[in-house]
């Protein structure tokens, strides 16, 4: 069991408090290994933190509607409208964050309370209302907002690839770093919380940083630029098959293990970790992202190493024994 050892006055982080109601739900509708809900609590101390205001808060939690207490909780929308409530009790608790208009346009917040959501491992199709074709990768979160004089979507987490249709009205992509405004083009956004990448596949896009707003950069097809609150990195050129996950397939070229593990993780639920002494092993090759478990398997056996499960959703990856 982790020990936790941080003042028991200080804030927890939000996204540790989103996932506390995240397993909580998950767990009352009987759609979380109890095994994985204690590997997580044993993670940190912050985990074990938060647990411990849920419990505290039982009282609470008991008051929100009753469809919340249902255990056999079945739609994801549901259980995410029931984790966004029971995180909304967590902060009013005294969670260390107040619920003030700061705190309800969090990127973690609006994430769990979006319109649009993928699962890890679900990609969703949507088609937009003035034609044009919206894509989303694993565990991505989305608002659409159509008005009369714009077309805006905001991405809250995850990856999306768009399609923009000929309209006169602007379209504007939003990120928690920036804002993306399309040119009649087709690009690809990825948002996570250390920064957004945008890539151009057709025409071109303009991107204007949130740290830096007074400067605009434009990108032709065939380029890739990461922003974040710190700024605007250099222009590069978008990577050889970018968009291979639209096909359901990841191609990597001589990535070092621990970026591919990395990369797979998007793709399933719970905690995928690579050993130190094998991480920067060079690997290449095509895999298929719709069973990440079978991937890792054929991985391990044509690459020496092994995959260690503590539950399902804990799995190490690590050399074989000799």
């Given at each position: 069991?982790?020990?936790?050892?941080?003042?028991?006055?200080?804030?927890?982080?939000?996204?540790?408090?989103?996932?506390?109601?995240?397993?909580?739900?998950?767990?009352?509708?009987?759609?979380?290994?109890?095994?994985?809900?204690?590997?997580?609590?044993?993670?940190?101390?912050?985990?074990?933190?938060?647990?411990?205001?849920?419990?505290?808060?039982?009282?609470?939690?008991?008051?929100?509607?009753?469809?919340?207490?249902?255990?056999?909780?079945?739609?994801?929308?549901?259980?995410?409208?029931?984790?966004?409530?029971?995180?909304?009790?967590?902060?009013?608790?005294?969670?260390?964050?107040?619920?003030?208009?700061?705190?309800?346009?969090?990127?973690?917040?609006?994430?769990?309370?979006?319109?649009?959501?993928?699962?890890?491992?679900?990609?969703?199709?949507?088609?937009?209302?003035?034609?044009?074709?919206?894509?989303?990768?694993?565990?991505?979160?989305?608002?659409?907002?159509?008005?009369?004089?714009?077309?805006?979507?905001?991405?809250?987490?995850?990856?999306?690839?768009?399609?923009?249709?000929?309209?006169?009205?602007?379209?504007?992509?939003?990120?928690?770093?920036?804002?993306?405004?399309?040119?009649?083009?087709?690009?690809?956004?990825?948002?996570?919380?250390?920064?957004?990448?945008?890539?151009?596949?057709?025409?071109?896009?303009?991107?204007?940083?949130?740290?830096?707003?007074?400067?605009?950069?434009?990108?032709?097809?065939?380029?890739?630029?990461?922003?974040?609150?710190?700024?605007?990195?250099?222009?590069?050129?978008?990577?050889?098959?970018?968009?291979?996950?639209?096909?359901?397939?990841?191609?990597?070229?001589?990535?070092?293990?621990?970026?591919?593990?990395?990369?797979?993780?998007?793709?399933?639920?719970?905690?995928?970790?690579?050993?130190?002494?094998?991480?920067?092993?060079?690997?290449?090759?095509?895999?298929?992202?719709?069973d990440i478990d079978a991937v890792l398997e054929s991985l391990c056996a044509s690459h020496g190493l092994q995959v260690t499960y503590f539950t399902r959703y804990w799995a190490t990856v690590s050399a074989r024994p000799a």
């Amino acid at each position: 069991m982790f020990t936790a050892s941080a003042s028991v006055s200080s804030p927890i982080p939000r996204k540790v408090l989103a996932a506390a109601a995240h397993w909580h739900v998950e767990l009352q509708c009987g759609s979380a290994d109890p095994a994985a809900v204690q590997a997580w609590r044993d993670a940190s101390a912050e985990h074990e933190r938060a647990w411990e205001l849920l419990r505290r808060m039982d009282g609470q939690l008991a008051t929100l509607p009753a469809a919340l207490a249902i255990p056999a909780l079945q739609a994801a929308q549901q259980r995410r409208r029931a984790a966004a409530k029971i995180l909304a009790v967590l902060v009013a608790a005294g969670g260390g964050i107040a619920l003030g208009q700061a705190g309800l346009q969090s990127g973690s917040w609006q994430a769990l309370t979006a319109s649009l959501r993928t699962a890890p491992g679900q990609r969703r199709h949507v088609a937009l209302a003035d034609g044009g074709r919206l894509e989303m990768n694993t565990d991505s979160a989305v608002d659409v907002a159509y008005s009369a004089t714009q077309r805006r979507i905001r991405l809250h987490q995850g990856e999306i690839m768009i399609t923009t249709a000929s309209d006169a009205r602007p379209f504007l992509v939003d990120t928690p770093h920036g804002v993306i405004r399309a040119l009649g083009t087709r690009f690809g956004v990825r948002c996570d919380a250390d920064g957004s990448t945008v890539s151009v596949f057709e025409h071109a896009v303009e991107v204007r940083c949130a740290a830096r707003p007074d400067a605009v950069r434009r990108l032709e097809a065939g380029q890739q630029l990461r922003f974040s609150d710190t700024g605007l990195a250099a222009v590069l050129a978008t990577p050889a098959h970018q968009d291979s996950w639209l096909r359901g397939m990841l191609v990597a070229a001589d990535w070092p293990l621990q970026q591919l593990l990395r990369e797979l993780a998007r793709y399933r639920r719970g905690r995928l970790v690579c050993d130190a002494r094998v991480a920067r092993r060079p690997v290449t090759g095509t895999y298929r992202l719709d069973d990440i478990d079978a991937v890792l398997e054929s991985l391990c056996a044509s690459h020496g190493l092994q995959v260690t499960y503590f539950t399902r959703y804990w799995a190490t990856v690590s050399a074989r024994p000799a």
